[in-house]
């Protein structure tokens, strides 16, 4: 597997360059906090971090107190004490954008596999983001119990 070298800004804070992983998606330490997560939009490839960042924005503006961490390679958002609500990773074609607790938002997301629970949906390039969708699924994800690894 070959790393590709994003651009400067992507930087961890080191002298060394943010792997990307397979698909592309950046390779983050575990941390808690906005600058691992503003870290990892920053290094997203192309398109996928002016996504990333209007993710970040839309889900901060409707639910201020979130809490942010990196995860698994991948931004988490939650509410403290009540688990993770929302988390989005970078794939070759797309953004899966997965709600944990999808299955009760309405309307529900389309996407969904082995975990019961769990819905997504996955943003293309040339794909239009709801945006008002997407901050009312927000909205409803931060007042449901979130998972808790």
Do not use: C
């Amino acid at each position: 597997m070959s790393s590709k070298r994003p651009p400067a800004d992507a930087s961890s804070g080191a002298s060394d360059p943010i792997k990307l992983l397979a698909g592309g998606n950046p390779q983050i330490a575990k941390a808690d906090g906005d600058e691992p997560v503003q870290r990892y939009i920053a290094a997203m490839p192309g398109w996928k971090s002016a996504l990333g960042k209007k993710l970040d924005a839309i889900i901060t503006g409707q639910v201020p107190q979130v809490k942010k961490a990196v995860r698994w390679n991948s931004p988490m958002y939650g509410i403290e004490g009540g688990g993770w609500a929302i988390s989005f990773h970078v794939f070759t074609r797309y953004v899966k954008v997965t709600f944990f607790n999808g299955v009760a938002l309405r309307p529900e997301p389309t996407g969904k596999g082995k975990d019961a629970k769990a819905r997504w949906i996955d943003v293309h390039e040339n794909d239009p983001l709801d945006e008002e969708q997407f901050a009312r699924w927000v909205k409803q994800a931060a007042e449901l119990p979130g998972w808790i690894p």
